[in-house]
């Protein structure tokens, strides 16, 4: 609470001071000495986080290495004996071989670097925290010191004001005197902190220095006994085994894989599969007809049976009249896919005669119905399912009943075979 009342009584004067109405008073020694602290702050916490930041890299390459070598180990261990890969692939047949070697190097260089990481944690990562610890309390102190100045500035800017009136009244008199005390006051304060400083600043810099330049000397041996021994345990893995003279390493690995990614890409277990409904949509773009047919469906073929449609070749004023009797379920629905080897045993059946000749349609986009006269049951996506009695809106149709229509029901849209119902 007592520092909120205080920032409270300063922001009148850190407001004028920024706008150049109020004085505010400077120390070019100082100002050097922080500004060089600043740089000093800043490159010790920067070392911390590098620092931090390898020892868990080199940390996270230990332990992926491991994990690599183990998963290699178990995909080729149980392969390699059960489909003989040494014998079926020659060029990878020392890899084979050895791959549990290199599980155990792997294993072997992580022991090996524990107690590198662990150097590098007590000789260099804490150390360096250490550092940003006493930089973090030094400023502190030249935060309180900003403080102190401010109120250094804005008593001296009160009592010069006071003084510089030329009538003064009695309050003015009493406030004069307490404004005097209160400027000596902020004054001491400000000297202590500003003086200290100023005093014990060089001796900082000058140690920070004398310790940072052996932290580095220690944290640059440590990389260079890091990288020798994971050199050497690799080293001593591929010497005789492999040809470490080749230095295009791109280049070895694509005569290594070969044609396998080729393929595995011709492969149909890696190509996405099609559904029904995208296979006609995309024949539909490409033939540019608005109702495709199906391979092997009805519009394909002949059809094998005959619906007796009485309505529809009845007038159309007595078509209006007769309401549509839903079949028995004893008449057996005409299948929506089957052989078109049937074709051949009806193609010398008589066509049935043609429709009369329909009323002209009026002018405006009517909704159109279709009464669906047996159960069909979607078999690919996009299908439209219904049962028999339902009645179904018509989104796009042609003039054959064999083909294939498109409509709605329930909310649901698709395509459906129109011989399955009767249009109203």
């Not at 940390?59 to 183990?70: H, K, T």
């Not at 902020?186 to 940072?212: C, D, Q, V, W």
């Not at 054959?400 to 029901?409: E, I, P, S, V, Y």
Request: with cysteine; glycine share 4%; aromatic share 8%.
């Amino acid at each position: 609470m007592k520092g909120l009342t205080k920032a409270l009584q300063r922001t009148p004067h850190n407001i004028t001071s920024r706008i150049g109405m109020a004085k505010k008073s400077t120390d070019p020694e100082f100002n050097d000495y922080e500004r060089k602290f600043a740089a000093v702050e800043a490159a010790s916490e920067k070392m911390h986080k590098d620092s931090v930041v390898f020892r868990d890299s080199v940390s996270g390459l230990l332990a992926s290495g491991s994990s690599f070598s183990g998963s290699l180990a178990t995909l080729f261990s149980p392969m390699g004996a059960e489909y003989n890969l040494a014998g079926k692939h020659p060029q990878a047949e020392i890899t084979v071989q050895n791959i549990s070697v290199y599980q155990g190097l792997m294993e072997e260089i992580r022991e090996t670097l524990l107690p590198e990481l662990e150097l590098i944690d007590s000789r260099i990562v804490q150390p360096c925290k250490e550092l940003n610890e006493i930089c973090k309390k030094i400023r502190k102190t030249i935060v309180k010191r900003e403080h102190k100045l401010i109120d250094y500035d804005r008593h001296n800017n009160s009592l010069n004001k006071l003084r510089e009136k030329k009538e003064k009244s009695l309050s003015d008199e009493k406030n004069l005197f307490k404004v005097e005390q209160d400027f000596e006051i902020a004054s001491g304060e400000y000297e202590h902190y500003n003086n200290l400083l100023k005093t014990e600043l060089p001796t900082f810099l000058a140690m920070a220095t004398r310790f940072i330049d052996p932290l580095f000397h220690s944290f640059y041996y440590m990389q260079l006994n890091v990288y020798y021994i994971i050199m050497e345990k690799v080293q001593s893995f591929a010497d005789g085994k492999y040809d470490m003279t080749r230095k295009d390493i791109e280049d070895i690995y694509l005569e290594q894989r070969g044609d396998a990614a080729e393929r595995m890409e011709e492969l149909s277990i890696t190509k996405r599969i099609v559904s029904t409904a995208k296979l006609l949509q995309t024949a539909r773009s490409a033939s540019g007809s608005s109702t495709p047919v199906r391979a092997g469906s009805i519009a394909s073929r002949t059809p094998s049976y005959a619906l007796e449609r009485k309505e529809s070749l009845a007038s159309p004023s007595s078509a209006k009249k007769d309401a549509f009797v839903p079949p028995s379920r004893t008449v057996a629905a005409p299948p929506p896919y089957t052989s078109t080897n049937s074709s051949s045993s009806i193609a010398g059946k008589k066509a049935p005669p043609p429709p009369p000749p329909l009323k002209p349609k009026p002018s405006y986009n009517a909704v159109k119905y279709c009464t669906a006269i047996f159960d069909f049951d979607a078999q690919a996506d996009g299908d439209l399912s219904f049962k028999a009695g339902d009645r179904i809106e018509i989104i796009e149709r042609t003039d054959n009943a064999d083909d294939w229509w498109t409509g709605r029901l329930n909310g649901q849209t698709g395509i459906f075979p129109g011989t399955y119902t009767q249009a109203d």
